[in-house]
């Protein structure tokens, strides 16, 4: 993460075209400018210059924000948004003593003990032996659920699963500006790696693998799960019909992918729902200052899952599974695409 004012030319390459006020989910419910990259641009200009100073209220904005992406995949000047309101945090998380409250409630509470007591029961199976090596890195959702679902899947494709105990891949802490606790978590990966002569490392989370991809770690190739099924073109076959809906995750690589195996699943029938890519709102969940905001965003996620008639939403990012689950008030289920396919396909 570099310092904020490292990303002076990026933010000066705004054109202040515009554009992405017409993609961002935010700007559409307040309208307000300093909700959206073109807006933000210019308050993190002027805090680099030295005309503003950090405050809560610019903090207000910068939190506002879903860190979704959608802006910067659609901005002519290409600039990273994610990356430089994650940078402007960092400098306000300095500043802040409730952000480092909020950061060690994280860490200690939610990915430390929380994550260790919901995976109490989960169970780590044990991988058949093949040339081929991966290591799973299974973060939060490893810990939770096991390793089952990617064992058996990858065992289908004749690949062989270690897995180690890795913590979390730091991409609460990276959001928030908690630039130290990131910068631990991505050194005890590193440190984890290095026990093993593998440089191939799977996940089955969108956000865990495009924090690893951030880690920028020489040599080594971080995969998801959908790439294996596709490279082998394993068709799953599923026991018995089923009819879902799929939420593509904004940090997901390798949709294409799973397009691929929605397609050719046998028994499996597949409605693309409208909007299936538009952010879940998962930055938003915490915000309860910001809950009318936050609550049309998740209104209008539930409303288009509701309407595209599936009783089952897949998706492949645990924070996704966990903000879509929160909001679904039993009108359907909310599953990891990887464990669906586990718990109830054949691989051809
Ligand atoms: S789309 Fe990009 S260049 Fe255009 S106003 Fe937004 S951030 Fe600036
Ligand atoms: S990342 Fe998403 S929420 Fe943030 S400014 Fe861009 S489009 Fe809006």
């Given at each position: 993460m570099k310092p904020l004012a490292e990303y002076k030319e990026e933010i000066h390459s705004c054109s202040k075209c515009g554009l992405c006020q017409s993609v961002c989910p935010v700007y559409k419910i307040t309208g307000n400018d300093c909700t959206v990259s073109r807006g933000q641009f210019i308050m993190l200009k002027g805090l680099i210059k030295g005309d503003l100073k950090m405050s809560p209220k610019i903090n207000r904005y910068l939190d506002l924000c879903l860190k979704c992406d959608a802006c910067s995949k659609f901005c002519p000047s290409a600039i990273d948004v994610v990356d430089i309101i994650a940078?402007?945090?960092a400098e306000y998380f300095k500043t802040s003593k409730f952000e480092k409250l909020i950061s060690f409630i994280q860490k200690?509470?939610?990915?430390?003990f929380g994550i260790k007591l919901c995976g109490i029961f989960s169970k780590k199976i044990k991988s058949k032996k093949f040339d081929r090596k991966v290591i799973y890195f299974g973060g939060c959702s490893g810990k939770i659920k096991g390793n089952k679902a990617v064992v058996k899947i990858l065992n289908s494709c004749g690949v062989e699963v270690i897995t180690p105990n890795f913590e979390c891949c730091g991409i609460p802490f990276y959001v928030r500006g908690d630039k130290m606790s990131y910068e631990n978590?991505?050194?005890?990966?590193?440190?984890?790696?290095?026990?093993?002569?593998?440089?191939?490392v799977v996940t089955t989370c969108a956000s865990c693998e495009k924090t690893l991809k951030g880690y920028?770690?020489?040599?080594?190739?971080?995969?998801?799960i959908f790439e294996y099924i596709r490279e082998k073109e394993l068709k799953?076959?599923?026991?018995?019909?089923f009819k879902v809906t799929f939420h593509k995750p904004c940090n997901i690589d390798n949709f294409k992918d799973i397009?691929?195996?929605?397609?050719?699943?046998g028994n499996l029938e597949y409605i693309e729902m409208s909007n299936f890519d538009k952010c879940c709102g998962l930055n938003g969940v915490t915000k309860i200052s910001e809950y009318k905001i936050m609550s049309e965003i998740f209104k209008s996620k539930h409303n288009d899952?509701?309407?595209?008639?599936?009783?089952?939403?897949?998706?492949?990012?645990?924070?996704?599974e966990a903000a879509l689950g929160l909001f679904s008030f039993g009108k359907y289920?909310?599953?990891?695409?990887?464990?669906?396919?586990?718990r109830h396909a054949k691989f051809r």
């Open positions: 940078s402007a945090k200690t509470f939610i990915f430390g978590y991505k050194k005890s990966f590193e440190k984890i790696l290095q026990k093993y002569d593998i440089k191939e920028k770690i020489e040599g080594l190739e971080i995969k998801n799953p076959a599923l026991k018995k019909k397009e691929w195996i929605l397609k050719h699943t899952i509701v309407n595209s008639g599936a009783k089952i939403v897949l998706t492949s990012c645990l924070g996704c289920k909310v599953m990891d695409f990887a464990e669906f396919l586990s």
